[in-house]
């Protein structure tokens, strides 16, 4: 029984090792050849920072990078801020209103990408719009607005009217109930909506293809460009947004975790 | 409060601009044949009739459906055991694995795919191999979180019953474990037929741009050729069939739910 027990255990760590290892192992891959010192992409011939410096050289690429940022923060932003005030009011409104909102809103979450994209491609063609850094913000704000007020919506339908009632009742002016009463219970799910709505953007591949116009690339467009070739600056800029995504996620992951253990060091 | 209501009001004038509008020039294109520069139009099956028509056309969308379905099938046959051995571990290494698995979600798509090319290039494989492979790399953690999910809010006391009531661990498994994480199988695959279906990234860095499947053909006919009324056309189809094939699913689960 004891040998079958060690056996299954066995099993099942192995498996979930080759599922890691099926994960992890193209990204360690692109992390390592970024330091080769040959254009080739399957055999190490040496160590070099060459492609850290094309990379840093490369103005289209170094473009790509502070126009994905560019357009994520603002988009992120703007989307929050409608996302929450929208959210907020249709929580307020009847329910008919409320319906056919989060119909239309659902639309580009469910809708694939391409579809959404062209759509926008087509409607900002038809009004003589130039696409550009323009048209790719709206278009991004456009996609991200939905997963804010999908992310604040169920925390709404939580709260208790009769607290904002009750506020307005003993005096508070409509802005003050907002933003001393209901804004603060629903801090959490902004700021998860901020975070998916960043996160969307900053990957966005599909409809950002499709709605910029020349000379304005993000990452995933400069990647896409580069399907023909083999550019090993790539691996460099790939393992620079590994490190930024895995420093963040340390952060956000250790902190709460070693606050926890002071407070229990405290508390203790 | 009801004066709150009104907070909804710039938002619901920025979705009729940003997305019903944009939405009814699909249709508009798809309905219409190239050249209707005058405000007249004339409503046309054309580029329907042209895409059903032809073999080529019709391989293509063969194509991505086979490839999304068999996706989604490897992501259910991988992704079930590591979910639910990820969810025998303790609390602890749970949490800790779930976490590996989110982790590289958070890595641009592409960069992700493109990271695969130098694998790749170490074996004789054909496209469509390679794209099989990157596309269960792209989609599996979302199989897996989903079933997951599913399996960490199962009741243990179910399965602490059925081993009492004398049933084997197959039993159990088969008989509590598995219809309870159907809801979770489901919600995965709707996060990755989805995708896996208007994929057009992928092929193209994958399988090298001579594999088209129906995102690469729409990009073509809006791209390339600049045929926007056949463009459309196709990803009204696509978006048609995903529509079907979700509600579909839907009723699987809900047929299930009740048996």
Known sequence: MDK??????FGSGFYLTLIMLFFYVPILYVVVFSFNNSKSLT???????????????????????YYTVLVAVIATVVSTVVGTITAIGLSKSRRLVREVVTQINNLPVMNPDIVTAISLMLFFISINMKTGLLTLILAHITFCIPYVILSIMPKLRQLDDNVAEAALDLGATPWQALTKVIIPQI?????????????????????????????????????????????????????????????????????????????REIEA | ??????????????????????????????????????????????????????????????????????????????????????????????????????????????VRTYAWRGIMLHFDLSSEFKIFVGMIYNFLPYMIIQIYTSLAKLDKNLITAAQDLGANPLQTFLKVTLPLSVPGIISGITLVFLPAVSSFFIPKLLGGGDYVLIGNLIETYFVTTGDWNFGSAISLIMAAIILISMYLTRKLDRQYQED
Not at chain 1, 4 to 9: P, V
């Open chain 1, 4 to 9: 079958k027990r060690k056996g299954l255990r």
């Open chain 1, 43 to 65: 055999s190490f011939t040496g160590f070099s920072l060459m492609w850290y410096e094309k990379m840093f050289a490369n103005r289209t690429m170094m473009e790509s990078i």
């Open chain 1, 187 to 263: 801090k959490d799910a902004i700021l998860s909506g901020a975070l998916i709505a960043f996160s969307m953007s900053f990957d966005d591949f599909v409809i950002s293809f499709f709605t910029t116009g020349p000379g304005i690339n993000n990452i995933s467009i400069y990647v896409y460009t580069m399907y023909k070739r083999i550019n090993p600056s790539i691996n460099a800029l790939s393992s620079l947004i590994i490190l930024v995504i895995a420093t963040v996620l340390v952060i956000v992951n250790v902190v709460p975790m070693l606050k926890n253990r002071k407070k």
């Open chain 2, 1 to 110: 409060m009801k004066s709150f209501g009104r907070m909804a009001y710039p938002y619901m004038a920025w979705i009729t601009v940003f997305i019903v509008i944009p939405m009814i020039m699909i249709m508009l294109y798809a309905f219409t044949v190239q050249g209707n520069e005058t405000l007249i139009f004339h409503f046309t099956l054309a580029n329907f009739a042209r895409f059903l028509q032809d073999q080529t056309f019709l391989n293509v969308l063969w194509n991505s459906l086979r490839i999304a379905v068999i996706t989604t099938l490897c992501c259910i046959i991988i992704g079930y055991p590591a979910a639910f051995l990820i969810a025998q571990q303790d609390e602890r290494k749970q949490g800790i694995m779930i976490l590996l698995i989110t982790l590289p979600m958070w890595i641009n798509m592409l």
